[in-house]
């Protein structure tokens, strides 16, 4: 059976995996993201292992936090990995290994993987967006990986649902990522206690958006506010997808997707009243199947998807 690398590369850990045709991770490890010298010498002992259980691989792919340049596969200057400036880490593992090396943007290989193995099997026009710590996506359209005109394509997370919101750490204001991230329910539950001290949250040192979910689960009135207004703040900006790419499936991942069903059906009812009636009527929007798995299996996804063009 033919095998690929995948190489999640994250802003704290990296995790490498052997991934078979199928999807199937067969081998994984995982290590602390250090410096690029350190980083990709503990990449190649893992790679190294992985050559060993299977003699050859098809090819190796990266998903790295952007900025990047696909096309020179150059890891160029993210924020969450302040050493890594113009990395050109496609060659340095190319030259190695000498098999075809892919990198691009973490958002991108996700929503490939989810689009090859996940739940956007088969359909011609896909969207894959992840709400965690902050909020991106990626897209497959007619058919065919979409990643921009270099690798920066559906940063949706910095469309604006509210010009006079809470400003973003891009710079601007009111953004998706800033309404409706995992992080962002957790500021907006912080400033909320201020004035209501009534609330089970109110005696968390720490608030995490996983706390406010649990705290509506008990049936906690501010709690219980808090989700309602994330379920707008999703339909909003998902509604701008829908009326933008009119695909035929969103798929939700990252963590704030583990709460699914505490949030879906006022999302839906928010994407109903807000989208075109035609691009409703065809989408479909569901929580993404690949979990804690996409990160690797998108990255060997950049393998699989060349040999299929």
């Given at each position: 059976?033919?095998?690929?690398?995948?190489?999640?590369?994250?802003?704290?850990?990296?995790?490498?995996?052997?991934?078979?045709?199928?999807?199937?991770?067969?081998?994984?490890?995982?290590?602390?993201?250090?410096?690029?010298?350190?980083?990709?010498?503990?990449?190649?002992?893992?790679?190294?292992?992985?050559?060993?259980?299977?003699?050859?691989?098809?090819?190796?792919?990266?998903?790295?936090?952007?900025?990047?340049?696909?096309?020179?596969?150059?890891?160029?200057?993210?924020?969450?990995?302040?050493?890594w400036r113009n990395i050109p880490l496609a060659d340095?593992?190319?030259?190695?290994?000498?098999?075809?090396?892919?990198l691009n943007n973490d958002a991108n290989v996700a929503a490939l993987g989810e689009w090859l193995f996940g739940a956007g099997r088969g359909v011609q026009n896909f969207i894959y967006i992840t709400v965690s710590t902050g909020i991106g996506g990626g897209a497959v359209l007619n058919g065919r990986f979409y990643?921009?005109?270099?690798?920066?394509?559906?940063?949706?997370?910095?469309?604006?649902?509210?010009?006079?919101?809470?400003?973003?750490?891009?710079?601007?204001?009111?953004?998706?990522?800033?309404?409706?991230?995992?992080?962002?329910?957790?500021?907006?539950?912080?400033?909320?206690?201020?004035?209501?001290?009534?609330?089970?949250?109110?005696?968390?040192?720490?608030?995490?958006?996983?706390?406010?979910?649990?705290?509506?689960k008990m049936g906690d009135a501010l709690a219980v506010k808090l989700v309602d207004d994330e379920a707008l703040y999703l339909g909003v900006g998902l509604t701008n997808v829908i009326n933008s790419f009119n695909p035929g499936m969103i798929a939700i991942g990252g963590g704030v997707s583990k709460a699914w069903d505490m949030y879906y059906e006022k999302m839906m009812q928010v994407i109903k009243e807000r989208a075109l009636p035609t691009n409703y009527e065809v989408v479909q929007v569901v929580r993404a199947k690949l979990g804690e798995d996409i990160g690797i299996v998108g990255a060997a996804s950049l393998v699989y998807n060349l040999s299929m063009e």
């Open positions: 059976m033919n095998c690929a690398i995948g190489i999640d590369l994250g802003g704290t850990k990296t995790a490498i995996g052997l991934v078979n045709e199928n999807g199937e991770i067969i081998s994984r490890e995982m290590f602390a993201t250090e410096g690029p010298e350190k980083t990709i010498e503990e990449m190649g002992k893992s790679i190294d292992r992985m050559i060993e259980k299977v003699g050859i691989i098809e090819g190796i792919g990266i998903g790295s936090p952007g900025p990047i340049d696909s096309k020179k596969g150059i890891v160029v200057c993210p924020p969450n990995l302040p050493e340095i593992l190319s030259h190695k290994y000498k098999v075809k090396v892919m990643e921009g005109e270099n690798a920066n394509a559906l940063e949706v997370g910095h469309a604006t649902i509210d010009y006079k919101g809470p400003r973003c750490g891009c710079g601007n204001y009111g953004c998706f990522e800033a309404m409706a991230s995992g992080t962002a329910l957790a500021r907006f539950a912080r400033e909320a206690i201020k004035e209501r001290r009534d609330s089970i949250l109110a005696g968390y040192e720490r608030i995490r958006a996983e706390d406010v979910f649990e705290a509506a």
